[in-house]
Structures are given as C-alpha cells and as structure tokens.
C-alpha cells in the first residue's frame, strides 16, 4: 500500500499542473513579470545611486533619428561630480524647470494641477513635471505619452526620491539632460556652448543654459532669439529668490 501512494504522487502533481486553466497561466505569468519587474527596477536604482548613467534611453533614441535623417550620430556626454558642477547651474535650473525641488517629495501637485486645468481650456502651457520626474524619465524610461508611461514615471519617481535623495537626483539630472542636440549634460552643454567647464558658469552663462531646456534642439544658448532672451532675464531673477541649496 505503501508502495502505491508513494507512485501516486508525481501522477496527481502532474494532473495538478495540467488543470491549471489559461486564465490561471496567464495570472501567474502576470505575477511573475512584477515581480521580476520590481527586482530588477529596484536593482538599477540601487546600482546608479553609486555609478554614473552611462546613457539613457533618449540618446539611443537621438541617435537612430540621426542616422535615419543622413545626419552624423553624435552623443557628448561627460559624467562631473555634482561639487565640480557650478551652483549657479543649479540654482538656474531649480528656477527654471522646479522651484519647490528641494521641498517636495517627487511630486508638484500644484503645478501638476495647474497645467491639467490649462490643458482642459487648451491652453499651451509646460508640464507639471517636477526635475525628480524627469530624471526617472530620462533615465528609466522612453519618449511619449501615454497612461503607461506616466505611471512608470510616477513609479520610479517615488523610488529614486526614497533610495537617491536630492543630492543625487540633482547630479543625475544635470548630467544626463539633453542640452542641445547630440548634447547630453551640463560639462558637454558648457563646453559646447562656452567652451570651458561647468564649474565655472556664471548667473548669466547658467540662466542661458537653463532657458533652452524645454527644447534644447530648437533653442539656443547662444545667439538666442528674443524669446529665449525673456527666459534667461526671468531665470535670473527667479534664482535670486531660490537661496541657499541644502540637499
């Protein structure tokens, strides 16, 4: 008797297993994909914490639409650390891009509710993106929109500002930033635009940078046009208010 339940086993485990119903397959294969999903995300925010981005997803996007229009695929991008990155720089783009930054916790609900609002008059208006949401865009994710999208974004938005801090979130940003085109960083946008290093912007220099951000591939740091002459003057004189930076 012994002998038979002890044969008995593998068959009833295997019948087990060949029961399991397609909506049963796909509900663990559902189950399996998050959690793998949540390992390996919060594997690559624990690993940038302490190494430089190398590259993001929008270079490898620049650089296929640079080949696909005949053009040469550039891509300058030059890590610094955040103490060799000027404070002007910082202060510019908290004024331009997020001025509650250091206060927040990822999220500018007032800005974000601001800009649905305006979006449902179909006003033109930017994004209530805060700099933490573009770093985990740019750094984690693809160009686009849709609900997706925004719901990774909002994810590794939370993980970052819990595992990197601001300190960290600030050196991030400003080193992998697309600042012009093929231009990715504030040491890369320095020299392309002034021809030295990040350390050494000025208010000006750093306003000039900070202005072109929402279309670095239109604008220009140099030789601006009118338009991008007010934004670096309001940049300027927002960053008088920004104070001082204490991540």
Aim: glycine share 6%; net charge positive.
């Amino acid at each position: 008797m012994a002998s038979n339940k002890t044969a008995a086993k593998p068959t009833t485990k295997k019948a087990k297993t060949e029961k399991r119903t397609p909506f049963q397959k796909v509900k663990r294969f559902i189950y399996k994909t998050f959690i793998w999903f949540n390992i390996i995300s919060v594997a690559l925010v624990l690993l940038f914490k302490f190494v430089p981005v190398p590259f993001t997803p929008l270079m490898i996007t620049r650089a296929f639409e640079q080949k696909a229009a005949g053009k040469e695929m550039v891509c300058k991008h030059d890590w610094v650390p955040l103490k060799n990155i000027s404070l002007n720089l910082q202060k510019a783009v908290i004024a331009s891009e997020d001025g509650t930054f250091l206060k927040h916790s990822g999220f500018d609900f007032g800005a974000m509710n601001k800009a649905f609002k305006s979006n449902l008059k179909g006003k033109k208006l930017k994004g209530g993106s805060t700099i933490s949401q573009q770093t985990a865009k740019n750094v984690f994710l693809w160009q686009g929109r849709s609900y997706l999208r925004k719901a990774l974004e909002a994810y590794y938005t939370v993980l970052i500002e819990l595992i990197w801090g601001k300190k960290r979130i600030m050196e991030v940003y400003l080193n992998s930033i697309e600042m012009g085109d093929g231009i990715y960083g504030a040491e890369a946008a320095t020299k392309h635009w002034f021809h030295k290093s990040c350390e050494s912007l000025t208010k000006y220099e750093a306003a000039s940078i900070a202005a072109i951000l929402p279309s670095p591939r239109k604008y220009k740091a140099v030789g601006s046009s009118a338009y991008v002459e007010k934004r670096k003057n309001k940049t300027i004189r927002v960053m008088r208010h920004v104070g001082k930076i204490e991540y």
